[in-house]
């Protein structure tokens, strides 16, 4: 009798290849959920170690057509198993929801890179709406990556087939589809996501099932087709022991506030009207009652800061917040806090302008108007956030500055801080530096503008304190007493008098550290959001042996004091900077120093190649 033996058949298995590095970004619609893509992807990511830097990029518009050009959405991250600094010069892998996103998007992606496409929706009248005369996916154009071709759109309604959700629903969960298979792609577990929807659509759970069903859909079509050959596995980041929390920097911005009224001892106040980008930190300071915050939604900027001078001079800690076009018109309110000597904070997170400008791209071009944007001698002290988790920081140290000098302070964010995100290592309360403010109590000797003898601040005292009743305005004072004063040499005085006071801050300020060796041919002096990408340009080439070095200001107004020496110990002094050269202007100015001036003003961050071969060209 024949025998017959059956083999089972050979699954293969995808290979695993290790990567230290990935940068992914997520294009399509504005409707297409391509934020909560992104967010969720670096949720995840933060959640299993790895170090993680992302870029939002928001259309400006706010219905643009479907299917069009200025209403691209896009989300890039970047996620490694080491120390990273910026979300990346290259996209490794794009996924593309239609074929606008793929015109705005594909060249930026690396040679060679992963991209991922939905074919549904390359059909003739979106590939007009991109401005295509043939369809790139047909016509070679895009030889040098790595396509993957798949009907998200069609694979996502066939698995929410069995759901009860009208069809425009069902085809809006093709973005968590997408989510599925790069979760598989890249080794991500599923279970955070999950458990996100769980908690974001409980009230609707037809919902958060379809969600979930299209997640799941997408990890196993990666997992059963093996249309990925191989999948990529990025390991932990070796990262100081401590609790973290994947943090925006307006997130951060507003905790930071919060935890400086409570150094403080006093309520904070928030007054501000909606403005891209800085709108995230009213959202954020507006859940946080239960510290005694209170947020004032304006009707407009001149009133926003009014009431925020009106509760500084009742003892809150007063805070207004903006973008470049709300910093004109609160010009005059600032003129008033410096004149009064209250200590007013505005924030400005700055984008693209002039005017509306570029409401959802970063610039770095509000420096001169923060420094002189108002009418006479009007100084204020101004502080930078250099990333996203150091907006926390700076918060407190622009509130410190504030309370004991008495002087306005500006904090100077921007868009792709605010919106971009990193790992924040959570403070502990009891590590950070006590500053509880002491007003002015005792009637005996009270005169409104009597100085302390270091910083030249005066007396914060509550109105309707009795015995110290005072009145103050926008009028010139006279020294002391406080009076309207027209005497041209009181003026004279005066004016001296509150531009020394902001440059006594220098006192209370760190030095500026140099990263590298302290003396060589090339300094790289930066300033705000440019920090990650000079630190890793300047890092590589160190590796390599070039001398040079970088060092990175946080406090704008008044400089370190120690900033003249370090510019003096290097051959060349370069700048990079998102405008056309302000802070260049102001070194230039302050310490002679002919600097070179490196800028760009495309609404988007450097990129490390460009440092680098700025750098290359003084070595």
């Not at 400006?60 to 050009?69: N, Q």
């Not at 069995?162 to 279970?191: H, I, T, V």
């Not at 009270?446 to 015995?467: H, M, Q, S």
């Given at each position: 009798?024949?025998?017959?033996?059956?083999?089972?058949?050979?699954?293969?298995?995808?290979?695993?290849?290790?990567?230290?590095?990935?940068?992914?970004?997520?294009?399509?619609?504005?409707?297409?959920?391509?934020?909560?893509?992104?967010?969720?992807?670096?949720?995840?990511?933060?959640?299993?170690?790895?170090?993680?830097?992302?870029?939002?990029?928001?259309?400006?518009?706010?219905?643009?057509?479907?299917?069009?050009?200025?209403?691209?959405?896009?989300?890039?991250?970047?996620?490694?198993?080491?120390?990273?600094?910026?979300?990346?010069?290259?996209?490794?892998?794009?996924?593309?929801?239609?074929?606008?996103?793929?015109?705005?998007?594909?060249?930026?992606?690396?040679?060679?890179?992963?991209?991922?496409?939905?074919?549904?929706?390359?059909?003739?009248?979106?590939?007009?709406?991109?401005?295509?005369?043939?369809?790139?996916?047909?016509?070679?154009?895009?030889?040098?990556?790595?396509?993957?071709?798949?009907?998200?759109?069609?694979?996502?309604?066939?698995?929410?087939?069995?759901?009860?959700?009208?069809?425009?629903?069902?085809?809006?969960?093709?973005?968590?589809?997408?989510?599925?298979?790069?979760?598989?792609?890249?080794?991500?577990?599923?279970?955070?996501?999950?458990?996100?929807?769980?908690?974001?659509?409980?009230?609707?759970?037809?919902?958060?099932?379809?969600?979930?069903?299209?997640?799941?859909?997408?990890?196993?079509?990666?997992?059963?087709?093996?249309?990925?050959?191989?999948?990529?596995?990025?390991?932990?980041?070796?990262?100081?022991?401590?609790?973290?929390?994947?943090?925006?920097?307006?997130?951060?911005?507003?905790?930071?506030?919060?935890?400086?009224?409570?150094?403080?001892?006093?309520?904070?106040?928030?007054?501000?009207?909606?403005?891209?980008?800085?709108?995230?930190?009213?959202?954020?300071?507006?859940?946080?009652?239960?510290?005694?915050?209170?947020?004032?939604?304006?009707?407009?900027?001149?009133?926003?800061?009014g009431a925020a001078i009106g509760a500084t001079f009742a003892g809150h800690l007063g805070l207004t917040g903006t973008s470049g076009p709300g910093i004109a018109l609160k010009s005059e309110g600032i003129g008033l806090a410096v004149m009064t000597e209250l200590p007013?904070?505005?924030?400005?997170?700055?984008?693209?302008?002039?005017?509306?400008?570029?409401?959802?791209?970063?610039?770095?071009?509000?420096?001169?108007?923060?420094?002189?944007?108002?009418?006479?001698?009007?100084?204020?002290?101004?502080?930078?956030?250099?990333?996203?988790?150091?907006?926390?920081?700076?918060?407190?140290?622009?509130?410190?500055?504030?309370?004991?000098?008495?002087?306005?302070?500006?904090?100077?964010?921007?868009?792709?801080?605010?919106?971009?995100?990193?790992?924040?290592?959570?403070?502990?309360?009891?590590?950070?530096?006590?500053?509880?403010?002491?007003?002015?109590?005792?009637?005996?000797?009270?005169?409104?503008?009597?100085?302390?003898?270091?910083?030249?601040?005066?007396?914060?005292?509550?109105?309707?304190?009795?015995?110290?009743?005072?009145?103050?305005?926008?009028?010139?004072?006279?020294?002391?007493?406080?009076?309207?004063?027209?005497?041209?040499?009181?003026?004279?005085?005066?004016?001296?008098?509150?531009?020394?006071?902001?440059?006594?801050?220098?006192?209370?300020?760190?030095?500026?550290?140099?990263?590298?060796?302290?003396?060589?041919?090339?300094?790289?002096?930066?300033?705000?959001?440019?920090?990650?990408?000079?630190?890793?340009?300047?890092?590589?080439?160190?590796?390599?042996?070039?001398?040079?070095?970088?060092?990175?200001?946080?406090?704008?107004?008044?400089?370190?004091?120690?900033?003249?020496?370090?510019?003096?110990?290097?051959?060349?002094?370069?700048?990079?900077?998102?405008?056309?050269?302000?802070?260049?202007?102001?070194?230039?100015?302050?310490?002679?120093?002919?600097?070179?001036?490196?800028?760009?003003?495309?609404?988007?961050?450097?990129?490390?190649?460009?440092?680098?071969?700025?750098?290359?060209?003084?070595?």
């Open positions: 009798m024949a025998v017959t033996t059956v083999e089972e058949p050979i699954m293969t298995k995808p290979q695993i290849e290790d990567l230290e590095t990935v940068t992914i970004r997520f294009a399509g619609d504005s409707g297409d959920g391509m934020q909560v893509t992104g967010t969720q992807f670096t949720a995840t990511s933060a959640i299993i170690g790895n170090d993680i830097s992302t870029l939002p990029d928001f259309p400006a518009e706010i219905r643009a057509p479907a299917g069009s050009l200025p209403g691209v959405s896009g989300y890039q991250l970047n996620f490694s198993s080491r120390d990273i600094r910026t979300p990346g010069d290259e996209p490794n892998v794009l996924v593309a929801m239609n074929p606008a996103a793929l015109k705005v998007n594909i060249k930026d992606l690396e040679a060679g890179g992963i991209l991922v496409v939905n074919t549904d929706e390359f059909v003739e009248n979106n590939l007009k709406k991109a401005g295509y005369a043939a369809n790139p996916l047909e016509d070679g154009s895009l030889s040098g990556f790595r396509i993957f071709r798949l009907p998200l759109t069609s694979l996502t309604l066939k698995a929410l087939e069995d759901s009860s959700m009208p069809f425009k629903q069902r085809e809006r969960c093709k973005n968590f589809y997408a989510l599925g298979l790069m979760y598989w792609l890249y080794d991500r577990p599923m279970e955070p996501t999950l458990k996100w929807i769980e908690e974001k659509f409980g009230a609707k759970p037809e919902v958060a099932e379809a969600n979930v069903a299209a997640l799941k859909a997408g990890y196993n079509y990666a997992d059963t087709t093996e249309i990925f050959t191989v999948h990529y596995h990025v390991g932990r980041a070796t990262i100081k022991p401590g609790k973290y929390r994947n943090i925006t920097g307006n997130e951060a911005t507003a905790i930071g506030f919060i935890t400086a009224s409570q150094l403080a001892g006093r309520p904070l106040f928030y007054g501000s009207y909606p403005i891209t980008p800085a709108s995230d930190i009213l959202h954020e300071l507006s859940k946080h009652k239960n510290f005694g915050v209170k947020t004032f939604q304006a009707e407009d900027e001149i009133s926003a800061i007013l904070v505005i924030i400005d997170v700055q984008r693209g302008g002039p005017s509306t400008g570029l409401p959802t791209k970063t610039e770095q071009a509000d420096l001169l108007q923060a420094m002189f944007g108002r009418n006479s001698e009007c100084p204020v002290g101004i502080v930078a956030p250099s990333t996203p988790a150091n907006c926390f920081s700076m918060a407190i140290e622009a509130v410190r500055l504030a309370t004991k000098y008495m002087a306005p302070v500006f904090f100077l964010s921007d868009g792709y801080l605010g919106n971009g995100s990193e790992p924040w290592e959570i403070q502990r309360f009891e590590d950070l530096p006590e500053m509880r403010v002491k007003f002015r109590t005792e009637p005996e000797g009270f005169l409104p503008y009597l100085r302390d003898e270091k910083t030249l601040a005066r007396p914060w005292a509550i109105p309707g304190t009795p015995g110290l009743e005072h009145r103050i305005g926008g009028l010139e004072k006279q020294n002391i007493t406080g009076n309207v004063s027209y005497d041209p040499e009181n003026h004279d005085f005066m004016v001296r008098l509150r531009a020394e006071k902001i440059q006594r801050m220098q006192q209370d300020i760190p030095e500026l550290d140099v990263f590298g060796a302290p003396h060589g041919r090339v300094l790289v002096l930066g300033w705000g959001s440019t920090y990650g990408a000079i630190t890793t340009a300047v890092e590589q080439l160190r590796e390599k042996g070039c001398s040079v070095s970088s060092a990175h200001l946080r406090y704008l107004n008044p400089f370190p004091k120690n900033l003249g020496y370090v510019l003096e110990c290097f051959e060349t002094v370069i700048i990079p900077e998102l405008n056309l050269g302000q802070l260049a202007l102001l070194v230039r100015a302050k310490f002679l120093v002919d600097a070179v001036s490196f800028t760009k003003v495309k609404g988007k961050p450097f990129k490390v190649a460009e440092l680098v071969d700025k750098i290359r060209e003084y070595l």
